[in-house]
C-alpha cells in the first residue's frame, strides 16, 4: 500500500504480522521484510522466536500494548514509527497476528500516510484460525458453520461495545462460529448476554497462547465457560470459540487443558 502523496525519503515502513506466535507460522514475506530491518517496533505477544530472527545489529524496541497491563500509548508508538522512518531507517512494526485484526494497523496505516510516508502491510495468520487448526477443527463447515465472525470482547471507555445479544440471536440463525478476541476478562458479562439467544449446550473453547509451547485449550459448553475458564486458570492472551464446529476438535482428538 503507497499513499500517492508520500514524501521521497530513503527509509520506509512495514507493518508485519508475526501470526500467533509460531516462527514457522510466518510468511515468507514476513520474514524477508523482519531480516531486512534495521529498526523494530515490537508488540508484547511476538514470540522471542521470531524476535530473534531480526538482523544482529537492528535496534529492538518493545512497544508493549496490552489491556491492563502498563502499556506504550499509541501516540508515542506512531511517532517513533515516524521518526525511524525520517531518519533513514527500514521500520518493521511487528504485531502479533494479523496487524489488521484487532492490531490497531488501521489507525497507524492513517497516521502515516498522513505524515506522507508509504506503507506496506504484510498479512500474518491470526491467532482465532491458527488455535482451531491446531486442534483439528474448522471454523466454518458447511453443515454445521456458513461462515465466522472475529469480535472483540474489549470495548474502549465510554463505549458500550459489542450487542451481545443481537449477535447470539444473528449466530443462531445465520449459523455462525463466533471468535472473541480479548474475551477472558469480561466473559461473565458475554457469556449471560449470549445465552440470551443461543443454548447453554453450544460447545465453547479456549485456547490460550495459541501455536506455542505452552497453549493450552479447554473444550466446555457456553453454559459453563466462565466456570471452566475459572477451573482451569485460563488467561490472557486466549482466544473463545463458540460454535458447532468446536465439535470437531473432539472428532480430531483434542482433549481439555
Request: with cysteine; glycine share 12%; aromatic share 2%.
Given at each position: 500500500?503507497?499513499?500517492?502523496?508520500?514524501a521521497?525519503t530513503?527509509?520506509?515502513?512495514?507493518?508485519?504480522?508475526?501470526g500467533?506466535?509460531?516462527?514457522?507460522?510466518?510468511?515468507?514475506?514476513a520474514?524477508?521484510?523482519?531480516?531486512?530491518?534495521?529498526v523494530?517496533?515490537?508488540?508484547?505477544?511476538?514470540?522471542e522466536?521470531?524476535?530473534?530472527?531480526?538482523?544482529?545489529?537492528?535496534?529492538?524496541?518493545?512497544?508493549?500494548?496490552?489491556?491492563?497491563?502498563?502499556?506504550?500509548?499509541?501516540?508515542?508508538?506512531?511517532?517513533?514509527?515516524?521518526?525511524?522512518?525520517?531518519?533513514?531507517?527500514?521500520?518493521?512494526?511487528?504485531?502479533?497476528?494479523?496487524p489488521?485484526?484487532?492490531?490497531?494497523?488501521?489507525?497507524?496505516v492513517?497516521?502515516?500516510?498522513?505524515?506522507?510516508?508509504?506503507?506496506q502491510?504484510?498479512?500474518?495468520?491470526?491467532?482465532?484460525?491458527?488455535?482451531?487448526?491446531?486442534?483439528?477443527?474448522?471454523?466454518?463447515?458447511?453443515?454445521?458453520?456458513h461462515?465466522?465472525?472475529f469480535?472483540?470482547?474489549?470495548?474502549?471507555?465510554?463505549?458500550a461495545?459489542?450487542?451481545?445479544?443481537?449477535?447470539a440471536?444473528?449466530?443462531?440463525?445465520?449459523?455462525?462460529?463466533?471468535?472473541?478476541?480479548?474475551?477472558?476478562?469480561?466473559?461473565?458479562r458475554?457469556?449471560?448476554e449470549?445465552?440470551?439467544?443461543?443454548?447453554?449446550?453450544t460447545?465453547?473453547?479456549?485456547?490460550?497462547?495459541?501455536?506455542?509451547?505452552?497453549?493450552?485449550?479447554?473444550?466446555?459448553?457456553?453454559?459453563?465457560?466462565q466456570?471452566?475458564?475459572?477451573?482451569?486458570?485460563?488467561?490472557?492472551?486466549?482466544?473463545?470459540?463458540?460454535?458447532?464446529?468446536?465439535?470437531g476438535?473432539a472428532?480430531?482428538?483434542?482433549?481439555?487443558a
Open positions: 500500500m503507497t499513499a500517492p502523496d508520500a521521497p530513503s527509509g520506509s515502513c512495514t507493518l508485519v504480522g508475526a500467533p506466535g509460531d516462527p514457522e507460522l510466518l510468511t515468507l514475506k520474514l524477508k521484510a523482519i531480516q531486512a530491518a534495521t523494530l517496533l515490537v508488540d508484547d505477544l511476538v514470540s522466536a521470531i524476535v530473534a530472527l531480526a538482523p544482529a545489529g537492528a535496534r529492538i524496541e518493545h512497544v508493549g500494548k496490552r489491556g491492563g497491563c502498563k502499556s506504550t500509548p499509541q501516540a508515542d508508538i506512531e511517532a517513533r514509527m515516524v521518526a525511524a522512518v525520517r531518519a533513514g531507517e527500514r521500520v518493521v512494526r511487528l504485531k502479533g497476528g494479523d489488521f485484526i484487532f492490531g490497531r494497523g488501521g489507525e497507524e492513517q497516521h502515516l500516510r498522513a505524515a506522507g510516508i508509504a506503507v502491510v504484510v498479512n500474518g495468520i491470526t491467532a482465532g484460525l491458527a488455535g482451531m487448526t491446531l486442534l483439528g477443527a474448522p471454523l466454518t463447515h458447511r453443515r454445521h458453520a461462515g465466522v465472525v469480535i472483540t470482547g474489549h470495548s474502549q471507555p465510554g463505549d461495545g459489542t450487542d451481545w445479544r443481537q449477535l440471536a444473528t449466530a443462531r440463525d445465520a449459523r455462525l462460529t463466533l471468535v472473541i478476541y480479548m474475551g477472558v476478562a469480561s466473559c461473565a458475554i457469556q449471560q449470549l445465552l440470551t439467544a443461543l443454548p447453554a449446550h460447545p465453547a473453547a479456549v485456547i490460550q497462547h495459541v501455536s506455542l509451547p505452552q497453549q493450552r485449550h479447554a473444550v466446555t459448553t457456553l453454559g459453563t465457560l466456570d471452566t475458564i475459572e477451573r482451569e486458570r485460563l488467561a490472557s492472551p486466549s482466544v473463545i470459540v463458540i460454535g458447532d464446529v468446536v465439535r476438535i472428532a480430531a482428538g483434542g482433549t481439555p
